[in-house]
């Protein structure tokens, strides 16, 4: 007798990133529709792939001073485990934390980890269908790749700017890398007060900076009925709702890697009655 094996969705993820598949089945089952910003750090450093990282002789006391003064609490960490030190790292890295002794080593082999786990998280999260958390997960992506909180502001993206000078940025109203993009090269230099070293580094930066431009087109948007499949030509099909009426949607255009470049477009249906079906 043959039998047809075919992968599960779980399973083609955990593959596609080549990651353990005791992580995706962990992911799976412990995020949930309200997992927050805690949470889902949380979630990201129990994955099996931290279990290696090292507790060197001594190093519990260095990571419960670096516990302490980070942002996101712990709940009874215990020092010795390796999951509380990603954590802990993670946490380090977003805050822009300098770490010192045997734990400047760690960082790179977390932050490698933890971008591939990342965008398998995003995958697990959408095939349930819950759009804030993938929203979300994204911009922690977003936050690991740039070393910041999205709190922070997204000037600190940019080399060699510190918090004092995105404070002067945001006194003079510009907020975002398009203000600076903006202003002219002499006023650049004001404000800045760089090198000419410094302020080419910046110019490429802000030239490499995604611009995106997000076309999109709702095919026969005219004559949709309940039930029917749409077709919007990013291009994405769905299917109409099962009841007639207005519908009002959003196109999201996320990176996994820069902050404030992200996109949303609105766009508008109508949704006629179900054709009658034919009885004959």
């Not at 969705?9 to 995020?31: C, D, K, P, Q």
């Not at 519990?60 to 020092?79: A, D, Q, V």
């Not at 934390?97 to 082999?109: H, I, Q, S, T």
Request: aromatic share 8%.
């Amino acid at each position: 007798m043959n039998f047809l094996r075919s992968p599960l969705n779980l399973g083609m993820i955990a593959s596609y990133y080549n990651i353990s598949h005791t992580t995706i089945e962990r992911f799976s089952s412990s995020v949930t529709s309200k997992t927050n910003l805690k949470g889902l750090l949380e979630i990201l450093a129990s994955a099996s792939e931290f279990e290696q990282l090292p507790i060197r002789p001594g190093e519990e006391e260095s990571i419960k001073r670096l516990i302490n003064h980070l942002p996101i609490s712990f709940e009874n960490p215990k020092y010795t485990d390796p999951h509380v030190k990603a954590n802990a790292l993670l946490q380090a890295h977003l805050s822009r934390r300098m770490v010192v002794g045997n734990l400047a080593f760690d960082p790179r082999e977390v932050l490698l980890s933890a971008t591939r786990l990342l965008q398998a998280m995003v995958d697990v999260v959408s095939r349930n269908g819950w759009l804030s958390l993938a929203l979300l997960t994204m911009e922690v992506s977003q936050m690991v790749t740039q070393g910041l909180w999205h709190r922070n502001s997204m000037l600190l993206q940019l080399p060699h700017l510190t918090e004092e000078l995105v404070n002067k940025c945001q006194e003079n109203r510009i907020e975002t890398v398009f203000d600076l993009v903006e202003m002219k090269d002499d006023e650049k230099r004001v404000l800045l007060q760089m090198s000419d070293f410094q302020l080419r580094h910046i110019a490429r930066f802000c030239n490499r900076f995604p611009d995106i431009y997000l076309k999109y087109n709702v095919l026969d948007s005219d004559n949709v009925s309940a039930g029917d499949d749409v077709s919007v030509q990013v291009k994405l099909d769905f299917a109409a709702p099962a009841e007639a009426g207005t519908r009002y949607y959003t196109l999201y255009f996320m990176c996994d890697s820069y902050l404030g470049c992200d996109k949303e477009y609105n766009f508008t249906l109508n949704v006629k009655e179900a054709m009658a079906e034919d009885d004959s």
